[in-house]
T-cell receptor, first 112, second 113 residues
Framework: AQSVTQPDIHITVSEGASLELRCNYS??????LFWYVQSPGQGLQLLLK??????LVQGIKGFEAEFKRSQSSFNLRKPSVHWSDAAEYFC??????????FGKGTKLSVKP | SQTIHQWPATLVQPVGSPLSLECTVE??????LYWYRQAAGRGLQLLFY??????ISSEVPQNLSASRPQDRQFILSSKKLLLSDSGFYLC????????????FGSGTRLTVV
């Protein structure tokens, strides 16, 4: 069965520092991969998605993610974090024509 | 443009009472519709999805049910709420031809007391 693991439950970074949120998936083939962000009490907003092609994907708000097939990973990165990036981040996978499967999320706190 | 509406935003209900959460999508037709529940520390769990009117698939057995009486309307219901039904409920939609462009509603915070 497909699964998604986000090993970090909570991460704290200083404003202006770089950020990397980890995501590993389990699936027999290359799935569709996504990162979503959720502000407190809000719905989910899509940051970026990977279907095929270039393994480095650019998203909104200055985020990017890199698909590494050999490591079954799809880590999210941002070179310089802003206080407004504090939120919860979800990695998700979907097999072809299947439904989204989410990780348990990583909560990001930003220190001033 | 397409929009998704979900209401109410917050709800406090006693144990044993019924539940009805509504989700509607505007600006599109024949979307796939989804209900997710988010419980603390458990991520997002897919509860139900629908590919058309009257077509409901359940992902997990539970105290809840879903219905799709109209093309762009998706309702989550319960006859008798349990404490364990508390959580944040999110509705989402996507088009079959759109490669996984899921759009989520703003959610309903349900507290069962």
């Amino acid at each position: 069965a497909q699964s998604v693991t986000q090993p970090d439950i909570h991460i704290t970074v200083s404003e202006g520092a770089s950020l990397e949120l980890r995501c590993n998936y389990s699936y027999g083939a290359t799935p569709y991969l996504f990162w979503y962000v959720q502000s407190p009490g809000q719905g989910l907003q899509l940051l970026l998605k990977y279907f095929s092609g270039d393994t480095l994907v650019q998203g909104i708000k200055g985020f990017e993610a890199e698909f590494k097939r050999s490591q079954s990973s799809f880590n999210l990165r941002k070179p310089s974090v802003h206080w407004s990036d504090a939120a919860e981040y979800f990695c998700a996978v979907a097999p072809s024509q299947g439904n989204l499967i989410f990780g348990k999320g990583t909560k990001l706190s930003v220190k001033p | 443009s397409q929009t998704i509406h979900q209401w109410p935003a917050t709800l406090v209900q006693p144990v044993g009472s019924p539940l009805s959460l509504e989700c509607t999508v505007e600006g599109t037709s024949n979307p796939n519709l989804y209900w997710y529940r988010q419980a603390a520390g458990r991520g997002l769990q897919l509860l139900f999805y629908s590919v058309g009117i009257g077509q409901i698939s359940s992902e997990v057995p539970q105290n809840l049910s879903a219905s799709r009486p109209q093309d762009r309307q998706f309702i989550l219901s319960s006859k008798k709420l349990l404490l364990s039904d508390s959580g944040f409920y999110l509705c989402a939609w996507r088009l079959e031809i759109d490669s996984y462009g899921y759009t989520f509603g703003s959610g309903t915070r349900l507290t069962v007391v």
